[in-house]
């Protein structure tokens, strides 16, 4: 009886049918590349600040922003500073250093926010602006807080000429802000860098051990605490109110509750 002993395939053509099923394998199996998810993200972060800029009418805040500057140096427009500033919460940025850091390795978002490389001037005017353009910029914010309301009374506004149902059911809830600082200085001079606003709240939880005994448990806060009304149908706030931690939520909540949108 003769045997038959299969022939090896050259490798050539092993190769070929290896590449082919793999091929085969790739179509029926598609797959992302590793770094596509990063595009995603940057690309849905892009569309979440297009959505924020477009989305918020912050003409009149800029108008009078313009107006205190007058004819000084205008190396970072207010209009600018307002998109960075905005891009920072948009962006989750705890700090302005790591925002700066992205702002330095990140052209588009550079575009998006309207700083022109173009205007780079080694030496005298940066890419991107330094923490004390960031620090003075905030400062100058805080005496224009009439006008930073406006900017939510006006989408809440719009909010409930546009959407059935809105503001009709309620909620309302607190949220603890730690300081930075431990405590009030009690010997500040007036200094920026120290904490004068904050106080201390005592949050208290009723807890069963392992015996079956309720005890209380207290955690001690030191910041602020924001109070948040919101419409129940969108998840959207209607009024916002920040502070310091040891006032009492019910106290707030009954006093914002009736207004329609924030004065405060």
Not at 43 to 68: I, M, P, Q, W
Request: net charge neutral.
């Amino acid at each position: 009886m003769q045997t038959i002993v299969p022939q090896e395939q050259p490798k050539s053509l092993l190769i070929h049918e290896e590449k082919s099923l793999l091929k085969k394998f790739r179509m029926q199996h598609t797959q992302m590349d590793i770094f596509e998810c990063l595009d995603l993200e940057v690309s849905d972060d892009f569309l979440r600040l297009e959505y924020c800029f477009k989305g918020l009418d912050v003409s009149t805040l800029v108008t009078a922003l313009n107006r205190e500057r007058g004819k000084g140096r205008n190396d970072y427009p207010n209009e600018v500073m307002l998109n960075l500033a905005l891009a920072k919460i948009v962006l989750g940025h705890n700090s302005t250093a790591s925002f700066i850091r992205e702002l330095n390795r990140n052209r588009d978002l550079r575009k998006i926010c309207g700083l022109r490389d173009i205007d780079y001037i080694d030496g005298i005017k940066k890419k991107v602006p330094g923490e004390a353009v960031f620090t003075r910029f905030y400062q100058r914010l805080e005496n224009y807080q009439e006008e930073l309301d406006s900017i939510q009374k006006n989408l809440v506004e719009y909010f409930y000429e546009n959407v059935d149902g809105f503001g009709e059911k309620l909620a309302g809830d607190g949220k603890y802000i730690q300081s930075y600082a431990n405590r009030v200085n009690e010997h500040a001079d007036g200094d920026r860098r120290s904490e004068n606003d904050a106080s201390v709240s005592i949050k208290e939880n009723f807890i069963t051990d392992k015996n079956g005994k309720e005890k209380i448990k207290k955690h001690s806060f030191f910041g602020f605490r924001a109070h948040v009304i919101v419409d129940v149908l969108t998840g959207l706030p209607i009024n916002v109110h920040i502070d310091k931690a040891n006032i009492s939520e019910r106290t707030v909540m009954k006093v914002k509750s009736q207004a329609k949108v924030p004065n405060a």
